[in-house]
């Protein structure tokens, strides 16, 4: 197994959500519909704005490496829902599967034998697929701590759930 090889093993584990953090998929099972737009105590956004929010920045950094037309959203309000914006059950589940998606084509990229990890990605200022992928798993295990305990102090894990 070369460097190479390991490096990348190691950056699908960081995008499939393996290792010292938990894992989106088992952040977000069985979240109750009726809490989806809930305000936790002195919190200025709902369980759904944070998975949105999580879900549109890896959209955008999947599409920072993918476009070469690329322009990046305004910050903050085009990384975030407007605060007083709510979702349908249906809506949050499309937020769920779009940010499943897009951790799957970000696997196959990283995955991609041909895909230069440690190459400059054109039009950048000397960002590399590395550099992406680290700022995202980082990006994406901070706030999917933050989802988990919002439900702790929600209360909206499942009962019986093993802490």
Do not use: C, S
């Amino acid at each position: 197994m070369t460097d190479t090889d390991i490096l990348r093993k190691q950056l699908l584990e960081l995008v499939d959500g393996r290792g010292a953090h938990m894992p989106f998929d088992a952040a977000v099972a069985d979240f109750p519909a009726e809490a989806i737009n809930r305000r936790p105590p002195n919190v200025p956004y709902t369980p759904w704005h944070l998975l949105e929010h999580i879900r549109i920045a890896q959209w955008d950094i999947l599409d920072y490496m993918r476009n070469r037309a690329y322009i990046a959203p305004n910050w903050p309000e085009e990384y975030w829902p407007a605060r007083d914006a709510t979702a349908t059950p249906e809506q949050f589940a499309a937020t769920v599967a779009a940010f499943k998606a897009d951790r799957a084509a970000l696997h196959d990229l990283v995955a991609d034998p041909a895909t230069d990890l440690l190459a400059a990605i054109p039009g950048t200022p000397g960002h590399t697929v590395l550099r992406e992928v680290r700022l995202l798993g980082d990006h994406n295990a901070y706030h999917i701590g933050e989802f988990a305990i919002l439900r702790q102090v929600m209360g909206t894990w499942p009962a019986g759930r093993a802490e």
